[in-house]
């Protein structure tokens, strides 16, 4: 349909942006089931370990929240400290402690890991992606709009690499920092 309905040259950027926007959702999607699955299987094992009720169900919807980007931990922890206050209140402290241990562990270790730069994304950009996103969608926007704006940056980088080649801009000018010199703003 693409191919009939635009110019061959149209089309072809048509299919390139679909294909590099199914990409990059597919490696978010993918990454962020990978990362609730570890992160229930950890919980799990160390609820288990510390005798903590309800293990099986805290490390699952632990999982689950694992994969709503920035607040899904938060939703995650605070329910886990209600169940756990009910249930046991003697272990809450212990909970709680175990959850940002595991949270700083899957943060800083096992999700760059598994997610690496696939996102191709600056940690700001992602910042505002879930910010815009969820004041615009709620938890859903939360979800999509980091990958939308993985692909309208990566689109944006692509754009600014081919005017700089074509404007014969010498790379050491973009790719390090100038010096200060004065004169080049009397030119």
């Not at 679909?18 to 299987?41: H, L, P």
């Not at 992602?126 to 704006?149: E, H, K, N, Y």
Request: proline share 4%.
């Amino acid at each position: 349909v693409v191919y009939a309905s635009f110019a061959e040259k149209t089309a072809d950027k048509i299919m390139y942006i679909t294909g590099m926007t199914r990409d990059v959702f597919k490696g978010f999607i993918s990454g962020q089931c990978v990362d609730g699955i570890i992160n229930a299987i950890l919980f799990f094992i160390i609820l288990t370990i510390l005798g903590i009720p309800y293990a099986v169900m805290l490390s699952i919807f632990t999982g689950f929240m694992a994969m709503i980007p920035i607040i899904g931990s938060f939703i995650g922890a605070g329910v886990g400290v209600i169940i756990v206050l009910i249930m046991d209140p003697s272990q809450v402290l212990y909970f709680i402690i175990l959850y940002i241990v595991v949270q700083q562990l899957d943060g800083n270790v096992i999700y760059p890991l598994i997610a690496g730069n696939s996102m191709g994304l600056p940690s700001i950009w992602v910042l505002m992606a879930v910010t815009v996103g969820g004041s615009m969608m709620g938890i859903l926007g939360m979800i999509l709009f980091i990958p939308i704006c993985s692909v309208l940056y990566q689109l944006t980088r692509h754009y600014v690499l081919r005017r700089l080649d074509d404007n014969d801009v010498d790379k050491e000018k973009w790719e390090k920092p100038l010096e200060l010199d004065a004169d080049v703003l009397d030119k």
